[in-house]
């Protein structure tokens, strides 16, 4: 199981993320009759359990391991923590032949290995041999602190259950880090207490789901609002401890000054004309409903949320949005006016600054850190914000140049409400613009821009994938759109720079992707490549299929039927001499299988 690259041997064990080593020897660990997991501190009893409960759900049986703390020498397997470890997060997975140890820098490193170590098991059960794993040891730790997931749970609301679902997706992958969009125009999602209407009025919103989300006329009146949700402040602590358990910090985002219709449905007097709207149903662009800067009484209403917020997020980072303001209202505003008067600002650029360096105060004097997306660089930069970096990568470089913390997150590579291949017609509808983002190109961003020198680099936190809902209603959907992008973005963020192959690394994601199957986690699998709507060709055509994927295998047609994995299995390129239909999807081994894609031969 050896492959080279770059001139090292490299092993392909199925460890997704890429471990920075692996060191396999020719022994073999076999588990003993009763397998005991022991672990030396308080803090990894849940760690403990989690790698108890995926041993049962591999053995689709209660598990016959016992978890007991048993101090740091015995067990069969035994979690251990060893602070001379250097890397932040890191650990290290010795399976030798009588024993499992896992040791972390801390207990998150622990939980990562605890991740390797399920990996390497579900590969032994999808080669029928649970009792044993081969000696090996894997050093590991991640490039970047920041390995990221956004949801917007605006756009389409989505709950408890799903977002504990995502923030397992998260901890799979050795992702630590979950954006929670909680705020945008067409949704206000957390329960507020100081502020009721905020869910009362605005978590809910007209339905018309059945219309596309660019033409869903307004909410009229005599119309109710029913479509929408909101997370109460009981469910967000659970949630907050969810994720805690599982080493992911939620970094809660409450959008400020635009992207707020849902807020000022509930209190126009936070508005420049302070006149009542509805919350929109579907898209609202430009985003002209905006906070009024010139009045005071918008930063205490936003103190007072922030306030609650940072009281149920633990969060260092909290993130205020930022972004798309269009400026219309205050420059109509006199209020707004009079405040880039009496502050000296050059225009409305500055009073944007000006509104996110007041709420930067605030936050830093309260010890946390304001992260907002790249527009926050506009009109000047507030003195402690973070900056995340979507509209490309140049935001990133000049908050990075001005020796500021950032977050790559562009939208080129890192938003997964892309198409994720160019078959537009047979993809269920996504964010219409621009290009697809495939599995290949996410694998292939770096988030270190290039230009950086190496001090400036250091201010590259990290990367996250972005998940906007337009065009997302359910949770299976979700999953869809981020798998398996975010499987390779979590190798782009935890690997070593030169470690990333993406032939390798699709060797290793047929195990991950049985394994979310197992789990009952919806995914993406490619459509076949080499089929074109309509050729047409005189005398005869060679067509060749391709599966992007090393595994899996095609399956086809040519009588205008739909394909299943009953259907000829596709192996080498086929003749045609006359019109043709062929229809053809990718099956793997797990009975998945992706879109069919149709093909029309027309001989002239
Ligand atoms: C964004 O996509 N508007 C941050
Ligand atoms: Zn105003």
């Given at each position: 199981m050896q492959i080279s690259l770059q001139g090292q041997q490299v092993i392909r064990r199925p460890v997704i993320p890429a471990p920075v080593s692996i060191e396999e020897s020719a022994e073999t660990f076999t588990f003993p009759r009763k397998t005991v997991i022991g672990y030396s501190s308080k803090d990894m009893a849940f760690t403990a359990r989690y790698l108890k409960d995926f041993y049962a759900f591999l053995t689709s049986q209660k598990s016959q391991i016992r978890?007991?703390?048993?101090?740091?020498?015995?067990?069969?397997?035994?979690?251990?923590?060893?602070?001379?470890?250097?890397?932040?997060?890191?650990?290290?997975?010795?399976?030798?032949?009588?024993?499992?140890?896992?040791?972390?820098?801390?207990?998150?490193?622990?939980?990562?290995?605890?991740?390797?170590?399920?990996?390497l098991l579900y590969e032994r059960k999808r080669s029928g041999d649970l009792r044993t794993l081969p000696c090996l040891t894997i050093v590991?730790?991640?490039?970047?602190?920041?390995?990221?997931?956004?949801?917007?749970?605006?756009?389409?609301?989505?709950?408890?259950?799903?977002?504990k679902r995502y923030i397992d997706i998260l901890a799979l992958h050795k992702m630590n880090t979950f954006h929670w969009h909680l705020v945008d125009d067409q949704g206000w999602r957390i329960e507020i207490k100081k502020y009721p209407k905020l869910t009362s009025v605005g978590a809910w919103r007209i339905d018309r789901e059945d219309l596309p989300w660019t033409e869903r006329p307004d909410q009229k009146s005599g119309e109710k609002a029913t479509y929408g949700g909101f997370y109460t402040r009981e469910e967000i602590k659970d949630i907050v401890a969810y994720a805690a358990e599982r080493f992911i910090t939620i970094v809660p985002e409450i959008e400020m000054p635009a992207h707020v219709s849902s807020v000022l449905a509930a209190y126009p007097e936070y508005s420049c004309r302070q006149v009542p709207i509805t919350v929109p149903p579907g898209s609202h662009w430009p985003c002209t409903n905006v906070y009024c800067a010139g009045n005071d009484s918008t930063f205490l209403f936003l103190q007072d949320i922030l306030d609650e917020v940072m009281n149920l997020f633990p969060s260092k980072y909290i993130h205020i949005g930022g972004d798309e303001a269009d400026k219309t209202e205050w420059k109509q505003c006199l209020r707004c006016q009079a405040r880039i008067r009496d502050e000296n600002l050059k225009d409305e650029h500055e009073l944007q600054s000006y509104f996110i360096r007041r709420i930067d105060k605030y936050l830093t004097q309260k010890g946390r850190i304001l992260i907002g997306w790249d527009e926050i660089l506009e009109g000047g930069l507030a003195e402690n914000a973070t900056v995340m970096s979507w509209r490309g990568t140049e935001g990133g470089i000049r908050a990075a140049r001005m020796n500021h913390d950032v977050v790559m997150t562009p939208e080129s590579h890192c938003y997964f409400d892309r198409y994720q291949s160019p078959d537009r017609d047979i993809e269920p509808r996504a964010f219409p613009y621009g290009n697809y983002t495939n599995l290949e190109k996410v694998y292939s961003y770096d988030p270190v821009p290039e230009g950086l020198t190496s001090s400036e680099a250091k201010h590259i936190l990290g990367a996250?994938?972005?998940?906007?809902?337009?065009?997302?209603?359910?949770?299976?959907?979700?999953?869809?759109?981020?798998?398996?992008?975010?499987?390779?973005?979590?190798?782009?963020v935890w690997s070593p720079y030169g470690r990333k192959d993406y032939p390798e690394f699709l060797t290793r994601l047929e195990n991950q992707l049985d394994l979310l199957h197992d789990k009952g986690i919806n995914f993406y699998i490619p459509s076949v490549e080499g089929l074109k709507d309509t050729l047409t060709f005189t005398d005869t055509l060679q067509v060749r299929l391709i599966n992007p994927y090393p595994f899996g295998e095609i399956r086809y047609t040519i009588d205008g039927s739909e394909p299943s994995y009953?259907?000829?299995?596709?192996?080498?390129?086929?003749?045609?001499?006359?019109?043709t239909v062929i229809k053809a999807a990718i099956y793997l081994k797990n009975g998945r299988s992706g879109k069919v894609k149709t093909g029309r031969f027309i001989r002239e």
């Open positions: 978890v007991k703390a048993k101090g740091k020498t015995r067990g069969t397997i035994v979690l251990v923590l060893d602070p001379a470890i250097e890397q932040a997060e890191g650990y290290r997975l010795d399976i030798k032949r009588n024993q499992i140890i896992i040791t972390g820098k801390n207990p998150q490193g622990v939980f990562f290995g605890v991740q390797s170590l399920s990996q590991d730790y991640p490039r970047f602190p920041w390995r990221g997931l956004h949801l917007d749970v605006s756009r389409h609301f989505f709950d408890k259950d799903f977002i996250q994938g972005n998940a906007w809902t337009e065009y997302m209603l359910y949770g299976s959907h979700v999953e869809y759109m981020i798998l398996p992008r975010a499987i390779a973005l979590s190798e782009v009953g259907s000829p299995r596709y192996r080498k390129p086929l003749f045609i001499n006359r019109n």
